[in-house]
């Protein structure tokens, strides 16, 4: 199956540093990504729409400068957390969508990052 | 917010019984999915239902559809504790952005 890999899996930064976390597709190439944000015991928050090669598209109420995201390669998504601040800690999760035929509608997910800002 | 709602929210059953988890979603879609995460990990797709069918089979997991109510049921047949998990629906709209229901946290006792 399609393999996606996140990392760190976990994050402990000073307040005012900026984290940088990676999703890699492994063995697909990932038409877009998707970059989540979860809260303990919540669903999944979409936060931003990754596609290779063009801006990321951004949710509603989501800062795009405090989130950056680039995807410079159809393998390749990350997120930066900008001047981080504790109430940015939380669990992000990226996802990917396989581009060949047939697998494009499931989505493969990362392991996840738990951020911590102190 | 287009989030979908599940319930219940949690659950709690015995080895070996039957777990019935419920999604209920706002707008028409193209398919409805069910993933799996375990506690601090990514979510691991269980099975997809299009539109246009009405229930669907996967090992011990059954999943029906109505979209007149628009609403779906992931039922997971002789429940074993490594079934302990949270439950999420997400259901896409041709946007091909996926919105993901509340959850169901489900806890199977040996």
């Known amino acids: 199956g399609a393999v996606v890999s996140q990392h760190p899996s976990r994050v402990i930064c000073k307040s005012g540093t900026s984290v940088k976390i990676e999703c890699r597709s492994l063995d697909f190439q990932a038409t877009t990504m998707f970059w989540y944000r979860q809260f303990p015991k919540q669903s999944l928050m979409l936060m931003a729409t990754?596609?290779?090669?063009?801006?990321?598209?951004?949710e509603q109420g989501v800062e795009k400068d405090k989130f950056l995201i680039n995807h410079a390669s159809l393998t390749l998504s990350t997120l930066t957390v900008t001047s981080a601040h504790p109430e940015d800690s939380s669990f992000y999760i990226c996802?990917?969508?396989?581009?060949?035929?047939?697998?494009?509608?499931?989505?493969?997910f990362g392991s996840g990052t738990q951020l911590s800002v102190l | 917010s287009q989030q979908g709602e599940e319930d219940p929210q949690a659950l709690s059953i015995q080895e070996g019984e039957n777990a019935t988890m419920n999604c209920s979603y706002k707008?028409?879609?193209?398919?409805l999915q069910w993933y799996r995460q375990n506690s601090g990990r990514g979510l691991v797709h269980l099975i997809l239902i299009r539109s246009n069918e009405r229930e669907k089979h996967s090992g011990r997991l059954r999943v029906t559809l109505d979209t007149s109510k628009k609403s779906s049921s992931l039922l997971i047949t002789a429940s074993r504790a490594a079934d302990t998990a949270s439950y999420f629906c997400a259901t896409e709209s041709g946007t091909y952005k996926y919105i993901f229901g509340t959850g169901t946290r489900l806890k199977v006792l040996a």
């Open positions: 996802s990917a969508r396989d581009r060949r035929q047939g697998r494009g509608e499931k989505l493969f």
């Open positions: 707008t028409s879609i193209n398919n």
């Open positions: 990754s596609n290779e090669g063009s801006k990321a598209t951004y």
